[in-house]
């Protein structure tokens, strides 16, 4: 390396650094722990858009959609603090005249009181302990890390099985 | 007989060789004359202005190599002023985060410091001091309280003006900090829109510990006889910190905010002078 591009790698080094410990106080995670859900094809790391989803929460209050007739390729499933189950319908649009054909995830789990920052605030932290699918649809669900924290990181990955993709 | 011959050539040898010298020596003494000394080289070296007379009493009498080397130290003690290895201590008390508390900052640390000044350049510090916090901020849903809680650093200052009076410092320094503490997270109410439910609960008897470093610039100035104030502006990083599975330190007694980089402090010096009289008279 020559005397320049040292000087030159130093300087941007130190840039770097003074820049990264400036913090401007903002929160750049969620403010609460969600997991964020995205569908893959099956077998693949290849995301793919479902389409005509409708995801709500079994036994939410006044049956409550969270998502409704959408196209979808990723989606938040927020968990319940006061109750260690959560389970979610998805249910898929089909053609006219056909019965539509929906999945159920569920999600065991211990919520864990969380103070993440003074941006953030503090929320619940979700140590999954368990987490289960049926089949209709989804090929298999996997969760990236057993703890869901409030990171904007992808939490679980869904599985759509290859007759279903197009 | 051979022999014979040998020793007859030596002895007439030596005996022209005596005689060549003898000859020499004869024709060099009468031909040693004195070179004549041209005017332009027959200049008269007067000694410096600010030098002590006893080196040129020195160079009068010949000592002239003693008197070039006391002179040259005499010369660098006048532009290179040089206090003794403990020039004074410094106590001091830094206090601007209280007046910033007051002006609605969330936290404080406050901490005495002992300064050696050695050779008014070098400054080894001990900084021993208390640090609390108590936040609940607008549109949050939690309140942050850190108990009085013990920190030190240890460090040291270099005095750019070494050669100037101890009174006046300007300086660059470097710390190494560290502190223990206990912090809680309260009255946090946790909403889920979604779901509907509303929940409150606290996070309580959190131990954590922190070290970090500082790189700091400041000045010091005497405003009258002992007493001095300066102000500091420190640069920072954590090292490494204790968390838990269910909380991070919001606020470090003796650092600040764990995610803020700079510092401030403004801090009132008292000075004990040590061995005063070896002072250098500086103007």
């Known amino acids: 390396m020559t005397r320049g591009a040292f000087l030159h790698t130093a300087m941007c080094a130190l840039l770097a650094w003074t820049l990264a410990a400036c913090g401007d106080g903002s929160c750049y995670d969620n403010g609460s722990s969600l997991p964020l859900a995205r569908f893959y094809e099956s077998g693949t790391t290849s995301t793919l858009t479902v389409l005509n989803l409708t995801v709500k929460g079994i036994d939410s209050p006044g049956d409550t959609i969270l998502i409704k007739n959408s196209s979808v390729s990723e989606c938040y499933l927020p968990l319940r603090a006061t109750v260690n189950t959560t389970q979610y319908e998805l249910r898929y649009g089909t053609e006219e005249g056909k019965a539509s054909v929906a999945d159920t995830i569920t999600f065991n789990y211990k919520p864990v009181p969380y103070f993440s920052s003074h941006e953030c605030g503090a929320m619940y932290n979700f140590e999954v302990s368990s987490l289960t699918t049926t089949h209709h649809v989804i090929d298999s669900v996997t969760l990236v890390n057993p703890v869901i924290t409030n990171t904007t990181n992808v939490a679980l990955r869904i599985y759509i099985s290859d007759d279903d993709t197009e | ?283």
């Not at chain 2, 040898?13 to 005017?39: D, H, K, N």
């Not at chain 2, 010091?220 to 002992?226: A, H, R, S």
């Open chain 2, 1 to 283: 007989m051979k022999h014979c011959l040998s020793y007859h050539a030596t002895l007439l040898r030596y005996a022209l060789i005596g005689l060549m010298m003898a000859t020499g020596l004869g024709i060099s003494a009468q031909e040693r004359r004195v070179t004549p000394v041209r005017p332009e080289t027959n200049t008269v070296r007067t000694p410096d202005k600010n030098l002590d007379p006893k080196y040129i009493e020195q160079y009068l009498t010949g000592d002239s190599l003693k008197a070039q080397a006391e002179a040259r130290k005499d010369s660098l003690r006048r532009v290179y002023p040089r206090y003794p290895r403990l020039t004074d201590v410094a106590l001091g008390i830094n206090f601007i985060d209280p007046v910033l508390m007051a002006f609605g900052q969330d936290y404080a640390s406050v901490d005495v410091s002992a300064t050696l000044n050695m050779w008014n350049r070098l400054q080894p510090v001990v900084e021993l001091g208390l640090g609390w916090a108590k936040s609940t901020p607008d549109d949050m849903n939690f309140t942050y309280r850190c108990k009085p809680s013990p920190y030190f650093k240890v460090g040291a200052n270099y005095n750019f003006l070494f050669k100037s009076k101890p009174q006046y410092q300007v300086y660059f320094g470097v710390r190494l900090g560290y502190s223990t503490f206990n912090y809680e997270v309260t009255d946090i109410s946790y909403k889920n829109s979604y779901w509907q439910e509303t929940t409150s609960f606290s996070i309580t008897n959190q131990r954590s510990h922190a070290l970090w470093g500082e790189l700091a610039a400041g000045l010091k100035v005497t405003l009258f006889k002992q007493v001095a104030l300066g102000w500091s502006l420190r640069y920072h990083g954590v090292f490494s910190y204790g968390k838990s599975d269910n909380a991070r330190p919001w606020y470090i007694p003796g650092y600040g905010k764990r995610s803020g980089s700079l510092g401030f402090t403004v801090t009132a010096y008292y000075t004990l002078p040590l061995s005063k009289s070896k002072w250098p008279a500086v103007d």
